[in-house]
Nanobody, 129 residues
């Protein structure tokens, strides 16, 4: 399984950006997918997750501003980020998820806990004037 990310870059506060994550070597539609981010000096945190059916979950800090989506025909995951803030500055990663009850680090999507085991290369998103 390989995940290749694109779409990052410098954006001003209040601006928008869309990240993409193209998957290969797997049956993309069978996997839950997630976006995570890690800011300098902070732990990696879950941003958003989506199940193959389209059920989604979001971190509290991005609810109402970010939208996760997927195109199973194109094997691609997206993260639309609007109203960006300086606190959103981080390296963003996409990842594939498998169900794992009780996983310490992961995302809960539609009541199921997922652990994420295959990661994209990361995309830097600096939010600054």
């Amino acid at each position: 399984v390989q995940l290749v990310q694109s779409g990052g870059g410098l954006v001003q506060p209040g601006g928008s950006l869309r990240l993409s994550c193209a998957a290969s070597g797997c049956t993309f539609s069978s996997y839950a997918m997630g976006w995570f981010r890690q800011a300098p000096g902070k732990e990696r945190e879950g941003v958003a997750g989506i199940y193959s059916s389209g059920t989604t979950t979001y971190g509290d800090s991005v609810k109402g501003r970010f939208t996760i989506s997927r195109d199973n025909a194109k094997n691609t995951l997206y993260l639309q980020m609007n109203s960006l803030k300086p606190d959103d500055t981080a390296m963003y990663y996409c990842a594939t998820g498998l169900p794992r009850a009780g996983a310490y680090f992961g995302l809960t999507i539609g009541g199921t806990r997922y652990a994420f085991n295959v990661w994209g290369q990361g995309t830097q998103v600096p939010v600054s004037a």
